[in-house]
Each structure stands twice: as C-alpha cells, then as structure tokens.
C-alpha cells in the first residue's frame, strides 16, 4: 500500500510541477523564452501575422477519423471558415455520382498539398485553379463543355493509400484521376520520422486487419497536436533539437521507389480497365526546387538543414530515382507523367511557406500549369467522345 501511495504522490507531484511550469511559462516576456523551437516567420503569403496564425491554426487543429484500409481521413461535413469538408470527407462542396455528358470530371488526390494546406480557402487550392482555368480555355473556345474538379486529397497520404482511394472515387465517374504524390512516400523513408505513422510497404490487406495499428497513428498524431501548444513541450523539443541531429536512411530508397512504382502500375491496370486516364505529378518540394530561392525561402532552407541535416540530398535522390522508373517501367501511353519539379523554376515570388507546402499564388501557379499540359489531352478526349458540341473549335 505504502509503495502504490508513494507511486500516486510521485504521479501527482510531476503534473503539478508541469503545470506550474507551464503557467510560468506563458507568464514570462517573450524574450526570456526565446530557445522555444522556431522564430516565427510572417511570411508574404499571408495579409499579415495575426492573418497568418489564424488560417494556419485551423490546419493544425484539424483532426481525422479511421477508417477502414485507409486508416485515416477527414472527419465529414465541417466548415471552419478556411476548410470546408462534404459528406464524403472531401474538400469542397457535395460531390456527385450522376454526370452529364456535357462534364469532364477530373478527380484530384495526393497529400496535405494537394489537399491545400495552408490555402486561405477552398478556392485557393490547386484543384480549384485547375478547374477554374481548364473552363477558362473552354470558354474562350467558345466550346460547349464543363470541367469538374473534385478534390480527394488527404493530410499524409502516400501511394498507396492514393491507390485503394480507387475503389470509392471511381464511384463518381472520372474521366481523368490526378495523383499529385511522391513526396510523402520519399518522407515516410526517414529514420524514425514516418508519414502520420504510416509505412509506404503497408498493403491492403494489413490495412484491413491492422485496426490497432491505424487508431494508435491517429492517437499520436491528436496526442502531438495538443503538445505542440504547450511552450514546456515546445522548449524540450527545441532544446533535444539542439544537442541532437536526425540521421536519415538512404538504404530503403530502392523499396520505397519499388512500392511507389507498383502501385502507379496497379493505378494504370485499373484506369485501362475502366477507361480512365491516369495522371501522376511528381510533387516539387523545397529539397528538389530548381528555381532562385528568395530571401524567405532560404530562411527555410537554413533553418531545416540545421534541424535535419542531409535531408536535401535525400530527398534529391528519391525523387530522382520514382522519376526515372516512372519513365522506365511504365508504359508511358497509359500513365501520363508530368515532373512537376520545375514549375516554379521562372517564378522570382516567395512561394513556400515551409518545405513542401504552397502560398495561394503557388497553388495558382501549379494550376495553370498542370491545365496548360492537360488541356490538349482533355480536348481531344472531348472531341473524340462526340459528346460535346463545338460552335467555333480551333483547328
């Protein structure tokens, strides 16, 4: 009795002194707290700093629900004023199974960026100017025809689960299927760092009977979302980054490009069967750009190659190494590939605002770009089917 009493005082005891510490430390001027982890930048991105904190908070806040082989997604149905999720857990408005023939129905899926983070909006996302220039063009060539763009991108996703998000999303009738992807796969590679506790090797079949697996990544994530708000949490952290460095492992490069090349094929066989168009763009990045980076990107760049040394070439050599299979192993006339890592090499504009993630102006930019490069695919898929009519088609 004695020792279960002294193991309750002990217990009791440290959450008090974590709290005390706690309450201290938000008590104290900035200034006396400045090792905490990360001088926060007001990047041009955002109106200002306040503006900034809020649409970034409504991300961080955000949380998912389980589900069954893709063990996490977004919760359905809420809109908190930045994000705005339907009934099927997707960003933006209702989706629908019916089609007209007059529509194109383009579906668009991938990670965290695809998804938008960090976007002001729904209508600041890379789907969203996709859509809005792809009917743009369509107008201005007096064609007969709508583009819809759905949005199916979730926070961390890999391949793989783009790939078992086949089953529900051809449900929805799509022309064309948009994997914006490859960077979360090369990320889940590093040591002990992997995407929302998610292995890239995870296939179907372990997602299904795994449930513990999948509520215990979910858990850790909620669990690091609440922690990241304390400043004693915050400190620590900040204070084992400084006396530590993040060693990453180049040795599963090869298995992570292996599964990502794997389920690209699965994609394929199955686009071919259900006469879908299958488009993989290779996500660009901080650690792959090709453009001048601007004073606040390499305040970026500075700040992550002091916390994660040797990340760059990691992150170098994996996508250069899912490019070239891409290239080598798949038939090119039944995945289409665009290298998405030069898109942002002509813009002079600060366009990250961390390493992966785009200000709304880059998301334009990926938008019109991707259009620009699909466009001509689109319109002779149109012209071909005889579904549409056109008043005044350019030759």
């Keep these: 009795m004695k020792v279960k009493k002294l193991i309750s005082v002990t217990i009791i005891l440290i959450l008090i002194t974590i709290i005390i510490t706690e309450i201290i430390l938000r008590l104290l001027p900035k200034q006396y707290i400045s090792n905490i982890e990360n001088h926060e930048i007001c990047f041009s991105a955002f109106k200002s ?28 149905n809420i809109d908190n004023g930045v994000i705005k999720i339907n009934s099927r857990g997707y960003r933006g408005e209702e989706w629908s199974s019916t089609k007209s023939e007059s529509t194109y129905r383009i579906i668009f899926t991938g990670g965290s960026v695809a998804f938008g983070y960090g976007s002001s909006s729904n209508k600041t996302t890379i789907s969203e100017y996709l859509q809005r220039r792809l009917n743009d063009k369509l107008a201005k060539e007096n064609i007969n025809y709508n583009v819809e763009v759905y949005n199916a991108a979730q926070d961390g996703y890999v391949s ?63 669990t690091d979302r609440i922690l990241r708000n304390s400043l004693l949490y915050q400190l620590i952290n900040a204070l084992i980054k400084k006396n530590s460095r993040i060693i990453y492992s180049h040795t599963n490069l090869q298995e992570i490009k292996d599964v990502f090349i794997r389920n690209m094929e699965l994609v394929s066989d199955i686009a071919k069967i259900e006469q879908i168009t299958p488009v993989v763009v290779i996500q660009p990045s ?66 990250y605002i961390d390493t992966a993630h785009f200000s709304d102006g880059g998301n334009e930019i990926v938008g019109n770009e991707l259009a620009y490069r699909l466009y001509p695919i689109i319109l002779k898929q149109i012209n071909k089917s005889g579904l549409t009519h056109f008043n005044n088609l350019r030759q």
Excluded: C
């Design 49 to 76: 700093l306040s503006d900034q904190r809020q649409i970034l908070e409504k991300y961080r806040s955000w949380s998912n629900r389980y589900l069954p082989y893709l063990m996490w997604s977004n919760y359905p």
């Design 160 to 222: 793989t689960q783009e790939y078992i998000q086949w089953k529900d999303l051809l449900s929805y009738k799509p022309d064309m299927i948009i994997h914006f992807t490859g960077y979360n796969d090369v990320y889940t590679g590093f040591k002990g760092k992997p995407a929302g506790g998610l292995h890239p090797t995870i296939r179907e079949d372990l997602l299904t009977s795994d449930t513990m697996t999948a509520l215990s990544a979910l858990i850790s994530i909620k």
């Design 286 to 351: 901080l650690f792959t750009e090709r453009k001048k980076l601007t004073q606040e990107e390499q305040g970026i760049m500075l700040q992550q190659n002091y916390d994660f040394p040797d990340a760059s070439s990691y992150f170098q050599k994996g996508s250069e190494l899912i490019v070239e299979s891409l290239h080598k192993d798949i038939n090119q006339s039944e995945l289409i590939v665009i290298d998405g890592r030069d898109v942002f090499k002509d813009s002079e504009k600060d366009i």
